[in-house]
């Protein structure tokens, strides 16, 4: 077997709009572990959010969410890994998005925060699964009351001011943060040290892959450290132009299996 990890991005990679997994990428993912591959995913979702699926498809081992902030057992849910955002440098973002009048929600300790609920907020509970909590405060004054170092901090906006927020948040915090898209209309900001590729890097290390052995699949720019990193890289022919410039390989889009239609070409025939 040429390549022996599969790391998988999960929206618009693995799922579409449905939020389920097909029966063909369903299938080719159980076959490429039963022909002796490892398969992961590397989301910037919520861990508590992603574990459900891995725990529905039958996956064991480690799963990587929030870009890689954080590292857990499947099975057991337990954190192996995690790297917060510095609480004061959580503060002086939260202040930079409230002055501005951008709304965002800000994780930690599994839940995803918000000052007071809305549309947006709302319509994320259905997309994570997970139940928002309300700070009832300004989420700036909230992680400074409660000291929180925040695995992230998102932004979610209008399509068309997405790439303004982006560099504009780029711009003030680029040298502190690791900041960027994962769709459209989602800023994601973590850790200055994290992202997808040292993730996956690190997962690598720790298992004895080499980079040459490893497809990273994705569709945004968050994806893109990974996609440079793996031997094979792949892009969604659905994903962000800059992540489809990156990568070795563009993919079918993700509504017509294009993660099935990867792992059967170069998962399992090689």
């Given at each position: 077997?040429?390549?022996?990890?599969?790391?998988?991005?999960?929206?618009?990679?693995?799922?579409?709009?449905?939020?389920?997994?097909?029966?063909?990428?369903?299938?080719?993912?159980?076959?490429?572990?039963?022909?002796?591959?490892?398969?992961?995913?590397?989301?910037?979702?919520m861990t508590e959010s992603i574990l459900p699926y891995a725990r529905k498809l039958g996956l064991k081992g480690e799963i990587m969410g929030y870009q890689g902030a954080e590292v857990a057992d499947i099975e057991s849910g337990k954190v192996l890994f995690t790297n917060t955002i510095n609480q004061n440098i959580a503060e002086k973002v939260c202040l930079f998005l409230e002055k501005n009048g951008w709304y965002y929600q800000l994780y930690n300790g599994g839940y995803f925060w918000v000052e007071?609920?809305?549309?947006?907020?709302?319509?994320?509970?259905?997309?994570?699964?997970?139940?928002?909590?309300?700070?009832?405060?300004?989420?700036?004054?909230?992680?400074?009351?409660?000291?929180?170092?925040?695995?992230?901090?998102?932004?979610?906006?209008?399509?068309?001011?997405?790439?303004?927020?982006?560099?504009?948040?780029?711009?003030?915090?680029?040298?502190?943060?690791?900041?960027?898209?994962?769709?459209?209309?989602?800023?994601?900001?973590?850790?200055?040290?994290?992202?997808?590729?040292?993730?996956?890097?690190?997962?690598?290390?720790?298992?004895?892959?080499?980079?040459?052995?490893?497809?990273?699949?994705?569709?945004?720019?968050?994806?893109?450290?990974?996609?440079?990193?793996?031997?094979?890289?792949?892009?969604?022919?659905?994903?962000?132009?800059?992540?489809?410039?990156?990568?070795?390989?563009?993919?079918?889009?993700?509504?017509?299996?294009?993660?099935?239609?990867?792992?059967?070409?170069?998962?399992?025939?090689?």
């Open positions: 077997m040429k390549y022996k990890l599969i790391v998988a991005d999960f929206d618009d990679t693995t799922v579409g709009k449905d939020l389920v997994i097909s029966d063909d990428n369903k299938k080719a993912i159980l076959s490429y572990i039963q022909a002796g591959g490892a398969f992961i995913f590397c989301t910037g979702r007071k609920a809305n549309e947006y907020s709302r319509h994320y509970e259905i997309f994570s699964g997970v139940t928002m909590k309300e700070a009832g405060i300004k989420l700036s004054s909230f992680v400074r009351e409660n000291s929180i170092s925040p695995l992230k901090i998102m932004v979610i906006l209008e399509m068309s001011q997405s790439p303004i927020v982006l560099n504009e948040v780029r711009n003030k915090f680029g040298d502190m943060l690791t900041i960027n898209r994962s769709k459209p209309t989602l800023v994601e900001i973590v850790a200055n040290d994290i992202d997808k590729g040292k993730a996956v890097a690190s997962y690598a290390n720790r298992h004895g892959f080499k980079k040459e052995e490893i497809i990273c699949i994705g569709d945004g720019l968050s994806d893109i450290p990974m996609i440079e990193y793996a031997g094979l890289g792949v892009a969604m022919e659905n994903g962000d132009a800059l992540a489809k410039q990156s990568a070795k390989v563009i993919a079918p889009p993700c509504d017509e299996n294009g993660l099935a239609f990867i792992i059967n070409k170069y998962g399992l025939s090689s």
